[in-house]
Antibody
Framework: QVQLQESGPGLVKASQTLSLTCTVS??????????WSWIRQPAGKGLEWIGR???????NYNPSLKSRVTISVDTSKNQFSLKLSSVTAADTAVYYC?????????????WGQGTLVTVSS | DIQMTQSPSSLSASVGDRVTITCRAS??????LNWYQQKPGKAPKLLIY???TLQSGVPSRFSGRGSGTDFTLTISSLQPEDFATYYC?????????FGQGTKLEIK
């Protein structure tokens, strides 16, 4: 089990870029077979997977967001990051970082506490 | 994308009741199905993975069944701490998708 903690601005202006970082503690982000993921949840709604980065650095993104999303990893800091460009009010949500197992059945077993990002006009 | 549909969307039940939540996938996902519990203001917590395997530390009153397109999560005897929202998630293909959630409320 690892601990994940999201950080970043809680308020972003429309059309700008949302940037969040997830700091992993209790284990090395590069030493094991895991996908490091971002998931979001608008208030009162369900969970939407945004994307993930593997320990090798390869990425996968939700097609609905792919043109605006970049996920990167900084192994020296044991962190991975999310950038979402051209945000609108629809991007207002609680953003979670999570660890996804690298083998079947690929569950999310550890989550950050979540951070609320509000997009203002 | 694989669509995950849960039913019901909400459910009222009493302590001690047995409840079952259903999750249906829009195509076969074998047993690439996981269940999570989420309480207000908290992150989701993994309950069951691979459709029927209980995550370590999860009480045995929780159980999961199914394969292919139809899955169930059953709580055999509801406890006060079980009132929460439950989500299924498929990991068969990218993008990972979640059901819309089932909110379990106290009757």
């Amino acid at each position: 089990q690892v601990q994940l903690q999201e950080s970043g601005p809680g308020l972003v202006k429309a059309s700008q870029t949302l940037s969040l970082t997830c700091t992993v503690s209790g284990g090395s982000i590069s030493s094991s077979n895991y996908y490091w993921s971002w998931i979001r949840q608008p208030a009162g709604k369900g969970l939407e997977w945004i994307g993930r980065i593997y320990t090798s650095g390869s990425t996968n993104y939700n097609p609905s967001l792919k043109s605006r999303v970049t996920i990167s990893v900084d192994t020296s800091k044991n962190q991975f990051s999310l950038k979402l460009s051209s945000v609108t009010a629809a991007d207002t949500a609680v953003y979670y970082c999570a660890r996804r197992d690298g083998d079947f059945p690929y569950y999310f077993d550890d989550w950050g506490q979540g951070t609320l990002v509000t997009v203002s006009s | 994308d694989i669509q995950m549909t849960q039913s019901p969307s909400s459910l009222s039940a009493s302590v001690g009741d047995r409840v079952t939540i259903t999750c249906r996938a829009s195509q076969s996902i074998s047993t690439y199905l996981n269940w999570y519990q989420q309480k207000p203001g908290k992150a989701p917590k993994l309950l069951i993975y691979a459709a029927s395997t209980l995550q370590s530390g999860v009480p045995s009153r929780f159980s999961g069944r199914g394969s292919g397109t139809d899955f169930t999560l059953t709580i055999s005897s509801l406890q006060p701490e079980d009132f929460a929202t439950y989500y299924c998630q498929q990991s068969y293909s990218t993008p990972d998708t979640f059901g819309q959630g089932t909110k379990l409320e106290i009757k």
